[in-house]
């Protein structure tokens, strides 16, 4: 047997010790000894492999398996082909996510002589993921226990919530030869246990909550409500909560746009605010925060998130103690609340269908009852932020991390295979961007998802930002708007994926049922009236928050 095989086979035997359970891998020539070892592996049902060409894809395809299903590793060859999975790593490292990138290299001879496919993948992806390197095998015996335990430090790694990339030099020859001898045993331990079983460690800070106060805030960013639902019907806090968070809790149903609606009134205005993981997707939310005397950060992590730098506290957990309690506080919110809805009903019902906010609402009023849905960075994951009820049956995920748009389709394709049926709503450049996501072979696993692409031919989000303002129309559509004209249907049938066009909510609505395979279903809008909508919404809350 060959060194290279060797190391592969002992490798992936020692993955799967460690409950990987899914592998995602992109062909090539250096990275060959593990694709045999992985092929072997799902033969004998010790894992699913997921083979795709586009290596970017193919990382944020792990992310979502990752999200969905715990540690998941991803496997490519060496040079231009690693660094196509920097996009995943970071989307990892900022959202917290353990995810295996394993890299085949060049043995270190090779650097600087102009061979092919030869770059320094030592530290490549920076500080977004720890680096793990594996020597180079050699025929000789004192081997095995120190790639298994390698294996376990990875895993370890990974298991704490970061991405770590292991980097594995590989000699040729690249094939099995199937010659049984080696120096010595490369067996692991007795009952398929890892090498080396590591238990958890743990650091926790408990905090009392008597600075808060009774007219505190709850605001929970991309992690769940959890045990801070329970704390705050106890303390009667209202809590505004990301769509990613959960709906336990006193969660408004409007509390996003209640804060990016203008100053609030007397009657609403926190003395603290209680921060749950990272609360970033709404300018109003963090001008909140900024603003607010008290503001307590509940994080696991040492790097607490707080881009305000209004943090006056921070702990991974919160004793409830005695609790001063005002009635008042939360009744107020929810009355605003209450009144914030009905204005939404009145906004959207006197502009014609379809636009973002549209779409978002009845999307998630009408998925079949415990559906996945992931949700694409940009407009999406606002527009149903803003509008959309909370629903506490449904499981709710978005690339909050370093909130790119990479990526996205692979991702939710990745939840789906692992958490069974779900559902997507992008943008058409979120579309566009991730289009190879749905280039998947006939040997492959196909999820049952629904795409649902708000299309309006361009960049919408910027339409709401500052430079979509009227005076810089001169220069939005060519820079910031960036039309497209994209046949979606006919990139759709390129890829042999099925797509429905939706020209009105009664299609879009029965497009819904459960999913069936990869569907795509297409509505077209027009994003030239999207900034003043936005305006007329936010200010009827205004006007009617202070009524």
């Given at each position: ?68 299903d ?11 082909a ?56 050699e ?60 238990e ?57 746009l ?84 009905g ?19 009845e ?32 499981v ?40 190879n ?46 039309p ?20 009105s ?43």
């Open positions: 047997m060959n060194p290279s095989t060797a190391q592969a086979l002992v490798f992936v035997d020692e993955l799967v010790r460690n409950g990987v359970r899914h592998v995602v891998l992109s062909p090539g020539s250096r990275n060959a000894p593990l694709s045999f070892a992985l092929h072997e592996a799902e033969v004998d049902g010790r894992l699913t492999l997921h083979v795709r060409v586009d290596e970017r894809g193919a990382g944020f395809l792990a992310l979502g398996l990752a999200k969905a715990g540690i998941t590793a991803v496997v490519c060859t060496s040079g231009t690693v660094a196509n999975l920097h996009p995943a790593v970071l989307e990892a490292r900022h959202s917290g996510t353990g995810l295996l990138v394993i890299t085949a290299d060049r043995p270190v001879e090779l650097y600087r002589t102009g061979a092919s496919q030869t770059v320094d993948q030592h530290g490549i992806f920076g500080a977004a993921a720890d680096t793990l390197h594996f020597p180079v095998a025929r000789r015996a004192g081997q095995n226990a120190m790639w298994r335990s390698l294996v376990c430090r990875a895993v370890s790694t990974a298991r704490s919530g970061r991405p770590v990339h292991v980097n594995v030099p590989l000699r040729e020859p690249l094939v099995p030869d199937h010659e049984g001898d080696w120096p010595e045993a490369l067996d692991g331990r007795h009952f398929d246990v890892p090498w080396t079983r590591v958890p460690r743990t650091t926790r800070s408990v905090s009392t909550v008597e600075h808060l106060g009774p007219r505190t805030l709850v605001v929970v960013g991309d992690s769940l409500v959890g045990e801070t639902a329970e704390l705050a019907w106890h303390a009667g806090w209202p809590i505004v909560a990301e769509p990613t968070a959960g709906s336990d809790g006193p969660v408004l149903r409007h509390g996003t209640l804060l990016n609606s203008g100053e609030l009134p007397s009657e609403l205005r926190p003395t603290a605010v209680l921060v749950v993981g990272r609360a970033t997707l709404s300018r109003g939310v963090l001008k909140l925060i900024a603003r607010t005397p008290v503001v307590h950060v509940l994080t696991p992590d040492l790097d607490w998130p707080d881009p305000s730098f209004a943090a006056t506290h921070t702990s991974t957990d919160l004793e409830a103690g005695e609790l001063e309690v005002d009635p008042s506080w939360l009744a107020a919110w929810q009355d605003a609340d209450k009144a914030a809805a204005l939404v009903e009145e906004v959207l019902h006197d502009v014609p269908w379809p636009t973002g906010l549209h779409v978002a609402r999307m998630v009023a009408a998925l079949p009852w415990g559906s996945m849905l992931f949700l694409g960075s940009s407009n999406p994951v606002r527009d149903v932020d803003l509008v959309a009820h909370p629903r506490a049956d449904l709710v995920h978005a690339n909050r991390g370093g909130a790119g748009i990479d990526g996205s389709l692979s991702t939710a394709i990745g939840l789906a295979l692992a958490e069974g049926p779900g559902f997507a709503l992008v943008g058409d450049l979120t579309f566009l961007h991730d289009l996501g749905l280039l998947i072979g006939p040997d492959e696993a196909r999820p049952d998802l629904t795409i649902v692409v708000l299309n309006d031919d361009g960049g919408g989000i910027f339409s709401l930002l500052e430079q979509g303002a009227r005076e810089f129309a001169p220069s939005f559509e060519r820079v910031f708007g960036t497209h004209g994209a046949d979606l249907a006919a990139l759709c049938a390129g890829y042999r994926v099925p797509h429905v066009l939706a020209e909510a009664e299609q879009f609505r029965d497009a819904l049922a459960q999913p069936s395979g990869i569907t795509v279903v297409e509505i077209r809008a027009n994003r030239s009236g999207l900034r003043d909508l936005h305006a007329a919404l936010r200010l009827a809350v205004s006007t009617g928050s202070r009524s």
